[in-house]
């Protein structure tokens, strides 16, 4: 996936916005609509990333812009982050079916991009939103995982593959959990103070 030396990022992360739009590794490939690659500044402090698009995301074919895009971006500003500031992406490209979880093989063939994207971005802090993300996060840096309840809203310090540098993991919860269970709105939001706090205290990833 490496461009020639010297090409930006923002060049290179169309480029692969562009492979994703080919791509057919897993059969999500034939039921979607649109792929939705993610958006944002290239490169960008802060990558948020969540499970996969759902039915507004994959007609639109950008991240977060159904309800749960609704809550994420209401969580930001209360964060003082504009979402126009931030990479939002998530660790599936394409829409599962139904709104199904994705599958362990449909993740694992999407997690190259995932890879790339982070190469290209050179985050300081990311935040894998959700179990699903956060399994696949930790996967990628060697973190061992136990429950999403113990790691939720604890910071995890990694290094970038390619480059070396140092990034903050701080796993949230998913900003869907409260459309489906209303008493976690706490839980959320308090994940997100502690989120807001990291990156107050992470030189870099604020502006
Ligand atoms: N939920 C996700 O995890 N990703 C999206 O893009 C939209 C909803």
Redesign the pocket.
């Known amino acids: 996936m490496d461009d020639a030396p010297g090409t930006p990022p923002a060049a290179s992360m169309d480029r692969l916005a562009a492979r994703i739009a080919a791509c057919t590794l897993c059969p999500l490939s034939l039921s979607r609509t649109r792929t ?1 690659p993610g958006e944002g500044p290239v490169p960008s402090p802060l990558l948020f990333i ?5 039915k507004t ?1 994959d007609e639109t074919g950008r ?2 812009v ?1 309800r ?2 609704k809550i994420l971006t209401g969580l930001l500003a209360c964060c003082g982050i504009r979402r126009d500031d931030v990479f939002i992406t ?1 660790i599936v490209k394409c829409r599962p079916p139904g709104n199904r979880a994705p599958k362990r093989d449909e993740i694992a063939a999407c997690m190259p991009y995932l890879e790339a994207q982070i190469a290209l971005l050179s985050p300081r802090v990311l935040v894998p ?2 179990r699903f ?1 956060t399994v696949a996060v930790f996967g990628m840096y060697g973190i061992p995982f136990s429950s999403f309840r113990e790691v939720r809203g604890r910071r995890y310090v990694v290094r970038e593959h390619r480059s070396g540098r140092e990034m903050t993991i701080i796993p949230v919860y ?1 900003p ?1 959990v409260i459309t489906h269970n209303p008493p976690a709105r706490q839980d959320l939001e308090s994940d997100f103070r502690k989120l807001a706090e990291c990156i107050r205290s992470t030189p870099g990833s604020h502006k």
Request: hydrophobic residues 40%; aromatic residues 6%; proline residues 11%.
């Open positions: 939705v969540g499970e996969a698009p759902g995301e991240p977060f159904g749960a895009g998530s939103m959700g993300a998913h869907a």
